[in-house]
């Protein structure tokens, strides 16, 4: 009885490992062969080390930068970004976003305000403030620019993080910082 055992015993084993082999194998080239399929599927980490965030719809869902760089030239897309801050992403005509985001927050009474294509400006329906396409102002009663945030485009989606250096407008420090 012992003796079958013991020539049963390595037989088992080598099917055991030639089963964990074979499975090794198999989950190495599946890995392989899957692994830009799920980089594709799973979306990256919402905050980033240096505390970015990812753009979202306002259905709280992340957005492929793709899906706004389809947008004509010029257009100017409304997220959420930090802070859940409504945001305006702009398309540039070599196919990229603007560095920068303009907030959707008039710097009067912080009303939101819609982008006019036709008169290529931002324009505040509370008491008549006007910017032009960068987010300057162009009529009061906005005592201020638009406020700016960083822009770029990771990993197939578009992260917003603080915008803390000089304006870019104006050349000095910005005001909300
Ligand atoms: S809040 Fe925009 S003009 Fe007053």
């Excluded at 082999?21 to 240096?50: C, H, M, N, Q, R």
Aim: hydrophobic share 40%.
């Amino acid at each position: 009885m012992s003796e079958n055992l013991a020539l049963e015993s390595p037989s088992m084993s080598r099917r055991q490992l030639l089963n964990f082999l074979t499975g090794a194998v198999v989950a190495t080239t599946a890995s392989t062969l899957l692994y830009p399929a799920a980089k594709f599927f799973i979306a990256p980490s919402e905050v980033s080390e240096d505390g970015s965030i990812l753009a979202k719809d306002v259905h709280g869902n992340l957005i492929p930068a793709k899906q706004i760089l389809a947008e004509p030239v010029g257009t100017r897309a409304l997220v959420a970004g930090l802070n859940a801050e409504p945001t305006y992403i702009i398309v540039e005509s070599d196919g990229t976003l603007h560095p920068w985001g303009i907030v959707d927050n008039c710097t009067h009474l912080g009303c939101t305000f819609p982008w006019n294509a036709n008169e290529n400006q931002f324009q505040c329906p509370c008491h008549g403030s006007r910017y032009d396409a960068e987010g300057r102002v162009v009529r009061g009663p906005a005592p201020l620019p638009l406020k700016l945030v960083k822009v770029k485009v990771e990993e197939e989606y578009i992260r917003f993080s603080p915008w803390i250096e000089n304006d870019p407008r104006t050349g000095e420090k910005p005001w909300w910082v």
